[in-house]
């Protein structure tokens, strides 16, 4: 090859050379959008998947794990499948029934011998999702279980609604990959329902009347789409229910077993029912015959709700309903006066527990932390359970004890007594309680009464939100309580003011070391 | 002329070799069970599904490619066969250029039966073909294409054993771009240095990774359609860049 010819072709490779780098300059913040939010996960791989991720194949290797952890879940070896969700979601993190099932495992298959949930892990639960949010910000399927974690499983209607909000805005991939359509109906619904567990009825009707709108428009372009007739008509049922709900409720109380005889339609924006004698008295003790009855919440409804013997009530220093007779065996037993399906919410939990918010996704959780809850129905005015927590102690450690605590050593045993080392919390809330029962107290517990634990919750959105009115009462126990060596009395019963203080106490420190991972 | 005449020869030599046959039988077979993990959510088996058949590809096309690579050119000087090529009036780049185009239509064909059977299964299960993984089969021949450039490169100086460990092991080193774009920015002037020239000298095989977005296609880049082009150009600039070399060193090695 002559020389000329040589530095013609080494000219050349400085020239394309030049321009290769220039290419990858422009290709690298590309580059990084598409491996936004993947992390190395080699550190933590077995070695026939280490090769894998090396050679570029992150998805590959992601699938095949996923496949492994299908494997354990049909096992039962749901311990194994953790880490397997870590490691498949830093490899792909587009995966989005990962993050999905990964958090269903976290809230609802971590449960003691009695298969109550590990409440423990549901913080992680929540985070898992909320990462998978951040990497998949397009697709309604992740905030929307997020919304549903915290209807179903937390309770929690405020955050629920918000990740409703963000689930009906966003995308839908359903019809397959790479279609964006708009999300499912079932979100608005759902968005709905969040409201109406608020008690933000109106807001809830404006909703289902929109999507009503949008499904009647849909149907109008294919009437005969039997899907979408099926969506129209629940959508329907679900606006009149609400509706004749809340003019029971607050305006006229309607007879719902005559009003199916005798009712020809409702007003969609009142839910005023035709003709008006759905709602007129036909029985002299229910009020004037043949005159509109009154709103159900006005008629005050004594729930007398107690922990303490019948004998007992209304005595000084009476005993309780609740006993430890074995140690982390609770047999707890109370009277509630409303009717048969309403359920009494119970937790027992560390002094110092606050549902902690994580900032980053772990699957670590404080073994030493104990917290049980669970949900009493009522039968016959009287509600109970043995609730044995002794077959659990990885559950159920109660390792707070303030009167052995070496570090409390300086305080007399008097002082000592005085720490509580566990919070025993019963209460019942109208707004997560069953339709029938919400239609006599209504859905702030308006027609409800007690004599002694009536508790209102403000609204945390005045002028938006109302007030709730709960029944709750708090016990204050120590670890020789739990271990039965002594007794529960009434004297361990607490204000539900002061109990209200000590979790804002909680919050407020919480709040501190860390930033709400909030949309 | 005699360059294409070259490449013909060289493929339809690559296409008698029972290794790379059997590579092919073996990567095809793996694709066509990929259906079997219907047990997962109809979700779920579509993402495992195109993953596993992407790398199935990508794997089988990464031997097949090294392995021609690595042998188009010694083989011809163990054999002496190349005295009898270039005692004719055919220039040494010829010689390279033919042997580069032989194998890289070789790859080709292996990489487009691979391709039409993951095709052809995505569309028994799914009942339609994205054009995504069309996408993803092309991304990687074109990879191929700058890795069989390497392996042309290095079969002008070293041994089939050396070249073999050295273009798997720059393919590896290569994958691992977005690390060294990463460290490109990092507040060590050394280790910043270092992945520089990492990252702006070695060839970027993890460029061609984007079976995320592939797989995801909701996932979307601001302009695939501009990323993809820039990416083929990338290929055939550093091939370009390759093959010169080939031809520089290829001219004053004795035969």
């Known amino acids: ?519 | 002329m005699v360059t294409m005449a070259i490449a013909k020869q060289t493929l339809e030599d690559m296409l008698r070799r029972k290794i790379l046959l059997i590579l092919l039988i073996v990567a095809v077979g793996m694709i066509a069970l990929g259906p079997s993990v219907g047990f997962l959510s109809p979700r779920e088996s579509s993402v495992v599904l195109k993953s596993l058949g992407l790398a199935v590809i990508l794997i089988a096309g990464l031997l097949i490619t090294i392995l021609a690579g690595i042998q188009v050119i010694p083989t011809e000087i163990e054999r002496r066969t190349i005295y009898t090529v270039l005692s004719k009036p055919v220039q040494r780049f010829e010689f390279v250029l033919g042997k580069f185009l032989g194998g890289l239509a070789t790859v080709f064909v292996m990489i487009a039966a691979m391709g039409i059977v993951f095709l052809g299964v995505i569309y028994w299960q799914q009942h339609n073909l994205p054009r995504e993984m069309v996408t993803g089969v092309a991304m990687t021949f074109f990879q191929m294409m700058l890795l069989g450039a390497m392996a042309i490169f290095f079969s002008t100086f070293a041994t089939p054993v050396v070249n073999f460990f050295l273009t798997f092991a720059i393919f590896m080193v290569g994958n691992m771009s977005s690390v060294t774009e990463s460290l490109t920015s990092n507040k060590n002037p050394a280790t910043k240095l270092l992945a520089t020239v990492l990252h702006y000298i070695l060839p970027n095989f993890g460029n061609f990774n984007i079976q995320n977005k592939l797989i995801h296609p909701e996932q979307t880049l601001s302009n695939p359609s501009v990323f993809i082009f820039q990416n083929i150009v990338y290929a055939i600039i550093y091939s370009a860049i390759l093959l010169l070399l080939a031809i520089l060193v290829f001219d004053r090695r004795e035969v």
Not at chain 1, 247 to 258: G, K, P, Q
């Open chain 1, 1 to 519: 090859m002559k020389q000329q010819t040589r530095s013609a072709i080494l000219a050349a490779i400085v020239v394309l050379a030049l321009g290769q780098g220039f290419i990858q300059h422009v290709l690298d913040p590309q580059i990084r959008e598409i491996h936004k939010g993947e992390k190395t996960a080699l550190a933590g791989l077995s070695n026939e998947f280490i090769l894998g991720p090396m050679l570029g194949l992150q998805q590959a290797v992601a699938g095949a794990l996923w496949v492994r952890a299908d494997e354990f879940f049909h096992e039962g070896d749901y311990d194994a499948i953790l880490p397997m969700v870590r490691m498949v979601t830093w490899l792909d993190p587009h995966q989005l029934d990962v993050y999905i099932t990964g958090a269903w495992h976290l809230s609802y298959n971590f449960t003691d011998s009695n298969e109550r949930s590990d409440r423990r892990y549901i913080p992680a639960a929540q985070r898992l999702l909320e990462e998978g949010y951040e990497n998949n910000k397009t697709l309604y399927d992740i905030p929307f279980e997020l919304g549903w974690e915290n209807t179903d499983k937390i309770k929690d209607y405020d955050r629920a609604e918000t990740w409703f909000r963000v689930a009906s805005a966003a995308k839908s991939s359903d019809a397959g990959p790479g279609t964006l359509a708009d999300s499912p109906m079932f979100t608005w619904h759902q968005l709905a329902h969040s409201l109406e567990r608020q008690a933000r009825i109106d807001e809830a009707a404006d909703i289902w009347r929109k999507v009503l709108g949008l499904t009647e428009a849909r149907l109008a372009k294919n009437p005969t789409d039997f899907s979408t007739k099926n969506v129209r008509d629940s959508e329907r049922h679900n606006l009149e229910l609400l509706l004749k709900r809340k003019f029971s409720r607050y305006t006229h109380e309607i007879d719902f077993e005559l009003d199916a005889k005798r009712t020809t339609g409702i007003n969609p924006q009142t839910g005023e029912p035709t003709p008006k004698d759905s709602f007129t008295s036909t029985d002299p003790k229910e009020g004037p015959v043949g005159q509109p009855r009154p709103p159900a919440v006005t008629k005050p409804w004594n729930t007398a709700f107690n922990t303490v013997p019948l004998e007992q009530i209304g005595k000084p220093r009476a005993t309780t309903t609740i006993t430890f007779d074995k140690p982390k065996v609770m047999d707890i037993k109370g009277l509630f006066s409303v009717g048969d399906g309403a359920r009494v919410a119970i937790r027992l939990h560390d002094a110092d527990w606050y549902e902690p918010t994580l900032k980053d996704f772990t699957f670590d959780i404080d073994q030493s932390q104990t917290i049980m809850q669970d949900a009493l129905s009522v039968r016959s005015r009287t509600w109970g359970r043995k609730i044995d927590m002794s077959r659990d102690p990885k559950m159920y450690s109660f390792s707070k004890d303030a009167a052995n605590d070496p570090k409390l050593k300086k305080l007399s045993d008097a002082e000592r007594k005085k720490i509580a080392d566990y919070y025993l919390v019963l209460w019942f809330d109208p707004r997560g309680t069953s339709p029938f029962i919400q239609d006599k107290f209504g859905w702030s517990g308006e027609g409800m009464t007690d004599p002694g634990y009536l508790w209102v919750v403000k609204s945390n959105k005045p002028g938006i939100k109302p007030d709730n009115r709960i029944i709750r009462k708090v016990y204050r126990l120590r670890h020789a309580q739990i271990m039965g060596i002594e007794k529960v009395t009434e004297d361990d019963v607490i204000p539900n003011a002061e109990y209200d203080r000590i979790q804002e106490d909680m919050a407020a420190k919480h709040r501190a070391t860390v930033s709400t991972n909030e949309p």
